[in-house]
């Protein structure tokens, strides 16, 4: 009777296989799509299609759909959001059998996703939620991607970027068989990349780093990348090696919201690491213009506003390359558009005749992060100033801009400034104190011939307050005091008779050479008002010559209306007696005696001195009224407060008598 019982058992067992066999076989799995697609749909709350769905049976069975798609937003830019031509995968009965869902192959053929934002931010990506627990992803084996494309937009940065993604037939044999080629505009430029990388279910793994090749053009910056990401949805961490190069260094403020001043063009390498909210990047080298870089920088997004800090060395500065910093305009560059050209053009002919920068500064900028660097620039290249060092720390927080101090070695002294620029209002405002430091005469001004046999120490300071959109603007408001000080040395008896047009002494000088003459002192005061720098004080006193100068210089129209009278202490039948002018601008200035025709000079003009002297010699008689000053009582003239009446009012009573 148990024998009879049991072999009924195992027919029965084996006509229920068979007949679940039959109707696996036979059954038509497209009846439980609308099953599918309503629970989809429930749990996203957007339409779930699929066309078609088969099921072909075997250890591990494979599933394969045909038509999926999924809707997109309401407000996206078009429908679907997912279409997918075609998905199968085989899973395992065996490990599903013990609570796990493993997928041995996944293939994936003919798939656009549609990922944007909306103009006020909307995601299209964020689906309906009905629960909060994370779902786990299933484990898969082998993944092949054929003719994917993934779409990218968002209206409020300019971005629309299509990726073509798909996996090398040869996957296995392959590190890194993952291709993705990428092109559009990204924050308005225009954007173009190529990348590969590893095995695409390793992204699954937020604990394994990621390796990953890549290359790409954005607008005028070409950057390159090699290395690996870890936790790639959330950039947990990161090593990479990247080198970039591009024609502005400003131009990456779009890209990565790293504020760098405008520069020449650069290039720039080093090792990236990430982690948490830090990037950094250690012991980077490059060159920007003309001069080198390198150091250590470290951008921080944990904060209120994102903060760069740095410490960065260049062993050989060009100040050339620092234009940028101060506002100078750039010339039209090849990429430009002609639009982008035309403009440029019309500002640097708008700028022609000027000197002082007048390119508004980017306030929203100085705003958007702040910074803490400091910058050494070991040796200076520059051939028309006397600058050997610098040494600076750079401060913004919050629109506050703050150099302090910038310590420049100048003709074998300093001259170290502390600025503050205060962007926080519409039209920012600015302070500024810069003490001068023992600078040696000859070496201030080493191309001019005259001052190779003169010495002497010059200091002095100036301190301005002044607001305005550009450094031109800054300067051409600034209110406070200039004053240098020239003390003890020797000058070149020369210059004093060029400056005082002696004909005669300077003839006698060319024929027989040159003598020193003792500098009793030299005092130069300037007041400023709304950009205006009126004399307050200006004599240089030596043994042989008297120097007194009146007169103003305008910051806001960068022009020059001085008045140098000599008053030589010797008697002399050959010398002028009316006064020297200093006019014309910063950029084209000129020196000419009382109603005579003007002699232009070059920029360098040192206390009244032009280029061709001999020509402006006329015989006339001189009878030395000069008379010595007291150094000590000019020296303090210049540290006592601004006398209010005097600022800012062209003089008009002749000079001013000590």
């Not at 656009?112 to 909306?118: A, G, N, P, V, W």
Request: net charge neutral; glycine share 10%; hydrophobic share 40%.
């Amino acid at each position: 009777m148990r024998r009879r019982t049991k072999r009924i058992l195992s027919i029965s067992s084996i006509v229920f296989v068979l007949l679940v066999t039959i109707f696996i076989v036979w059954f038509d799995w497209n009846m439980i799509k609308p099953y599918v697609e309503r629970q989809v749909t429930e749990k996203t709350g957007r339409e779930f299609v699929i066309r078609d769905l088969d099921v072909r049976l075997s250890l591990n069975p494979l599933i394969s759909a045909e038509g999926i798609s999924l809707a997109n937003a309401e407000w996206g830019t078009e429908q679907p959001m997912l279409d997918v031509d075609k998905v199968a995968f085989r899973i395992s009965l065996w490990d599903l059998l013990l609570g796990d869902v493993v997928l041995p192959e996944v293939s994936v053929a003919r798939s656009k996703i549609i990922l944007e934002k909306s103009a006020d931010g909307k995601r299209n990506w964020d689906l309906k939620k009905e629960e909060e627990k994370e779902a786990e992803l299933p484990e898969i084996g082998k993944l092949t991607l054929e003719e994917g494309q993934l779409t990218y937009r968002d209206p409020k940065t300019e971005t629309d970027v299509i990726a073509r993604i798909f996996t090398d037939p040869a996957a296995d044999a392959r590190e890194m068989p993952l291709d993705v080629k990428a092109e559009g505009k990204f924050t308005g430029l225009k954007f173009k990349a190529q990348a590969q990388g590893g095995k695409i279910m390793s992204l699954a793994d937020k604990t394994l780093p990621y390796p990953i090749k890549a290359s790409a053009d954005v607008g005028t910056t070409h950057a390159e990348v090699d290395g690996t990401i870890t936790g790639l949805e959330k950039l947990a961490k990161m090593d990479l090696k990247l080198n970039v190069q591009g024609e502005d260094l400003s131009a990456l403020y779009p890209i990565t919201g790293i504020v760098f001043f405008p520069s020449p063009p650069y290039q720039i390498s080093g090792r990236v690491e990430h982690q948490k909210t830090e990037w950094s990047m250690k012991g980077f080298s490059g060159q920007v213009g003309k001069s080198d870089l390198g150091g250590d920088l470290l951008f921080d997004t944990g904060g209120e506003r994102p903060i760069l800090r740095g410490d960065v060395v260049s062993k050989v500065l060009d100040l050339n390359d620092l234009q940028g910093f101060i506002g100078a305009r750039k010339a039209p560059q090849p990429q430009d558009t002609p639009a982008e050209k035309e403009k440029k053009k019309a500002s640097i002919e708008a700028q022609k005749d000027r000197i002082l920068p007048d390119q508004e500064f980017k306030v929203d900028r100085l705003q958007a992060m702040d910074a803490d660097i400091k910058f050494t620039g070991e040796s200076i290249r520059n051939k028309d100033l006397p600058v050997e060092h610098l040494v600076t720390h750079l401060k913004i927080d919050n629109g506050l801009l703050a150099i302090d101090p910038a310590n420049f070695s100048v003709a074998g002294g300093n001259i170290i400034a502390n600025v503050t620029i205060n962007a926080r209002e519409e039209t920012p405002s600015g302070e500024a104190k810069v003490d001068f430091k023992r600078m040696q005469l000859p070496k201030l001004f080493p191309k001019v011939e005259l001052t190779h046999g003169s010495t002497g120490v010059i200091g002095g300071t100036a301190k301005i307050k002044s607001h305005g959109k550009s450094v031109g603007s800054l300067l051409g408001s600034a209110d406070g005091r200039l004053g240098l000080i020239m003390s003890g040395g020797q000058i070149s008896n020369l210059m004093l008779e060029v400056v005082g047009l002696d004909g005669g002494e300077i003839m006698k000088f060319l024929v027989t050479g040159d003598k020193n003459v003792k500098v009793r002192c030299g005092v130069v005061d300037f007041g400023i008002k709304k950009g205006i720098m009126t004399t307050e004080t200006f004599i240089i006193d030596t043994a042989d010559t008297n120097i007194i100068g009146e007169g103003q210089i305008s910051l806001v129209d960068e022009t020059i209306e001085m008045k140098v009278s000599p008053q030589p202490k010797d008697f002399s039948i050959v010398s002028l007696r009316t006064p020297v002018h200093i006019g014309g601008t910063f950029k084209e200035p000129t020196v000419y005696p009382d109603k005579m025709l003007a002699i232009r000079v070059g920029a360098a003009v040192v206390l009244g001195i032009f280029a061709t002297p001999v020509a402006a010699l006329i015989p006339l008689i001189e009878t030395g009224p000069g008379e010595d000053n007291d150094c000590k009582a000019l020296i303090a003239s210049t540290k006592q407060p601004l006398p209010q009446h005097s600022q800012g009012s062209k003089k008009k009573d002749g000079p001013k008598k000590h």
